[in-house]
């Protein structure tokens, strides 16, 4: 079974940290951007950032760069995704996906892909 699993969300408080793992099964990531998304009540879903196949880095949300960074253990066929000094606004559910490719592509291609987790919920409040 081909797909990918989010888990790590949770509640903390504004400050901490987190770390989002996304596991793919039924298929390699070697070959594959995998990129975070996330989305928050009534909001449309949006890019956070992306790596691709050969560990470039792309940042979707420029403003997140410095908070939130993104790593893939190939070995473990898993991504993550550190957070820290989280805010009441980074609050959603949040997605991975994967692309097959070298690079990460853009937000509307990676939107577009068959591949997506189920998302994990991650709520930053005190």
């Known amino acids: 079974q081909v797909q990918l699993v989010e888990s790590g969300g949770g509640l903390v408080q504004p400050g901490g940290s987190l770390r989002l793992s996304c596991e793919a099964s039924?298929?390699?990531?070697?070959?594959?951007?995998i990129g975070w998304f996330r989305q928050a009540p009534g909001k449309e879903r949006e890019g956070v950032t992306c790596?691709?196949?050969?560990?470039?880095?792309?940042y979707y949300a420029d403003s997140l760069k410095g908070r939130f960074t993104i790593a893939r253990d190939n070995a473990k066929n898993t991504a993550f995704l550190q957070m820290n000094s989280l805010k009441p606004e980074d609050t959603a559910v949040y997605y991975c996906?994967?692309?097959?490719?070298?690079?990460?592509?853009?937000?509307?291609?990676?939107?577009?892909?068959?591949?997506w987790g189920q998302g994990t919920q991650v709520t930053v409040s005190s």
């Open positions: 039924g298929f390699t990531l070697d070959y594959y951007a």
């Open positions: 996906a994967a692309d097959f490719g070298t690079l990460c592509p853009s937000i509307t291609t990676m939107l577009e892909s068959k591949y």
């Open positions: 790596i691709s196949s050969s560990d470039v880095i792309t």
